[in-house]
């Protein structure tokens, strides 16, 4: 368990570091007219990104959850997999990426990069790893209320991205 102790803090970390790139890139498109939309389900976010790394590490500990290497290396696999694509999202979107969901007006879509292939490939991220990071200790408890829960969630945050860059950005 210390090592997925280890993996869950690294994640953690990465989420802060995650956080400070948003923080930096939304005073970049705030100064340049950047609109905000969906205040409201962000902070609905934010409980649930930090539950699911709270309970991936409770549920092993409090329901005696062992490491299964069967099912463990390829979550793990899977949940590098998802960091590796968040981040080719942050490097290839540069200043426009953001937890928020913030618009320039006038922004051009990016069409490079993973957003070559999907409209939205770091909610793709998002899901893999919510399933992937409980399931490398066996937590399948919380892989699976946090799936569901980030699946409403993720309903609402495409819809609304979409909307957004629907009414702010030119095809």
């Known amino acids: 368990m210390p090592w997925y ?4 803090l690294a994640v953690a970390a990465e989420r802060v570091t995650e956080l400070a790139v948003a923080r930096r890139n939304a005073a970049w ?3 340049r007219a950047g609109v905000e939309h969906g205040r409201g389900h962000y902070p609905v976010m934010v409980v649930l990104h930090t539950g699911l790394l709270a309970c991936c590490l409770l549920e092993p500990v409090l329901a005696d959850r062992p490491f299964v290497p ?9 949940a590098a997999g998802a960091q590796a694509l968040r981040w080719w999202c942050i490097t290839t979107l540069g200043p426009y990426w953001n937890t928020r969901v913030i618009v320039v007006p006038g922004a051009r879509l990016v069409g490079a990069g993973p957003y070559r292939f999907l409209r939205h490939p770091n909610y793709l991220a998002v899901v893999v790893e ?4 409980p399931l490398v200790h066996s937590a399948w408890l919380t892989a699976t209320v946090f799936s569901v829960a980030n699946a409403v969630l993720l309903t609402i945050r495409v819809r609304c991205e979409n909307a957004a860059l629907t009414h702010a950005v030119p095809a």
């Open 5 to 8: 102790t280890l993996l869950v």
């Open 130 to 133: 919510v399933a992937a990071l």
């Open 70 to 78: 069967a099912l463990g290396w390829p979550m793990l696999a899977l």
């Open 29 to 31: 498109t705030l100064a």
